[in-house]
T-cell receptor, first 112, second 113 residues
Framework: DGGITQSPKYLFRKEGQNVTLSCEQN?????MYWYRQDPGQGLRLIYY???????QKGDIAEGYSVSREKKESFPLTVTSAQKNPTAFYLC???????????FGDGTRLSIL | GENVEQHPSTLSVQEGDSAVIKCTYS??????FPWYKQELGKRPQLIID?????GEKKDQRIAVTLNKTAKHFSLHITETQPEDSAVYFC????????????FGRGTSLIVHP
C-alpha cells in the first residue's frame, strides 16, 4: 500500500552496532506493529503500539526497542543484544485490532 | 491468549484444481478473521476477510467460510492459476482493550501449470 513506507529496503549491521528501521504511515491509523519473518517462517510479533506514547512487547521483543512519539511513525531499533538479527522485518498498521492490517514493503537486515 | 493453528503448511495443486486452507482458533470471543497473501519477497496483502456475524463470503474465485461453533474458518480458492502461488496467512482478532491479531504460521500454495 502507498500509505505505509518502510526504509531502508536493505540494511547491513556490523557486530556491536545498533541499527534503526523506519516505518511511516499516512493512513491515520492508531495501531502499528513490527513483525520479524525468517525464511519459510510465519510472522512473529516484536512490538506493537495501539496509541501514541504507548507500546507493548510482542512474542520476541528481546534485543529490540521501539518508540511511538508520533502517530505516523513507529521506528524499530535492532540493538547489539539481538545476536541473530538477519531476517525480513515488516511493519504494519490498522485502525484497530479487528480491522485489516496494511503492511509496508519490508526491510531485509543482514549481518556484515 | 488467542492461538491460531493453520493447515496444511504446504499445498501443491495442479492449475485448475481447487485449494482449501484451514485455520482453527481458541478464543470464542474472536470476531474478525482476515486472510493475507504474501508473494515471494513482497508484503502480505489482505485478500478477503469475514466477521463472526457471517458464515460465508465470496469474492470471485476465493471464498471464506466460518464455523463459530467449531471455531474454525477456511479459505477456498477455485480454478487455481499459477499466479495464486504464494504464502497465505490466516489471522483472528477481537475488538477492544489490548487485543491484537494472532496469525497462523502460513501455508505455502504451489500451483503447477
Amino acid at each position: 500500500d502507498g500509505g505505509i513506507t518502510q526504509s531502508p529496503k536493505y540494511l547491513f549491521r556490523k557486530e556491536g552496532q545498533n541499527v534503526t528501521l523506519s516505518c511511516e504511515q499516512n493512513l491515520n491509523h492508531d495501531a502499528m506493529y513490527w513483525y520479524r519473518q525468517d525464511p519459510g517462517q510465519g510472522l512473529r510479533l516484536i512490538y506493537y503500539s495501539q496509541i501514541v506514547n504507548d507500546f507493548q512487547k510482542g512474542d520476541i521483543a528481546e534485543g529490540y526497542s521501539v518508540s511511538r512519539e508520533k502517530k505516523e511513525s513507529f521506528p524499530l531499533t535492532v540493538t547489539s543484544a539481538q545476536k541473530n538479527p538477519t531476517a525480513f522485518y515488516l511493519c504494519a498498521s490498522s485502525t484497530t485490532a479487528n480491522q485489516p492490517q496494511h503492511f509496508g514493503d519490508g526491510t531485509r537486515l543482514s549481518i556484515l | 491468549g488467542e492461538n491460531v493453528e493453520q493447515h496444511p503448511s504446504t499445498l501443491s495443486v495442479q492449475e485448475g484444481d481447487s485449494a482449501v486452507i484451514k485455520c482453527t482458533y481458541s478464543d470464542s470471543a474472536s470476531n474478525y478473521f482476515p486472510w493475507y497473501k504474501q508473494e515471494l519477497g513482497k508484503r502480505p496483502q489482505l485478500i478477503i476477510d469475514i466477521r463472526s456475524n457471517v458464515g460465508e463470503k465470496k469474492d470471485q474465485r476465493i471464498a471464506v467460510t466460518l464455523n463459530k461453533t467449531a471455531k474454525h474458518f477456511s479459505l477456498h480458492i477455485t480454478e487455481t492459476q499459477p499466479e495464486d502461488s504464494a504464502v497465505y496467512f490466516c489471522a483472528a482478532s477481537r475488538a477492544g482493550g489490548s487485543y491484537i491479531p494472532t496469525f497462523g504460521r502460513g501455508t505455502s500454495l504451489i500451483v503447477h501449470p
